[in-house]
């Protein structure tokens, strides 16, 4: 289960924009718990916390602002 959550997120990191990431969204902000492999569940059997991981995944993959981008 913590390889489908590494795969999920290097999808996320290395295919942004494409269908693979857009998958991986979609995964990762269902709430579903009913399949074995969910976001969810995945987490849940790592003891890990789906929501806070939801919000680590966001923070992580976050553009820079435009801000940001300039002053540095």
């Known amino acids: ?5 590494e795969e999920a997120f290097h999808c ?8 693979l990431a857009e998958d ?3 995964w990762i902000e ?3 718990d009913l399949y074995l492999f969910s976001f969810n569940n995945c987490c849940t059997s790592l003891g890990l916390a789906p929501d806070y991981v939801r919000r ?17």
């Open 24 to 26: 991986a969204i979609e």
């Open 30 to 32: 269902s709430k579903d």
């Open 56 to 72: 680590q995944i966001k923070w992580a993959t976050r553009k820079p602002s435009s801000e940001f981008a300039k002053a540095s």
């Open 12 to 19: 996320l990191v290395h295919w942004a924009g494409n269908k």
């Open 1 to 5: 289960m913590q390889a489908i959550l």
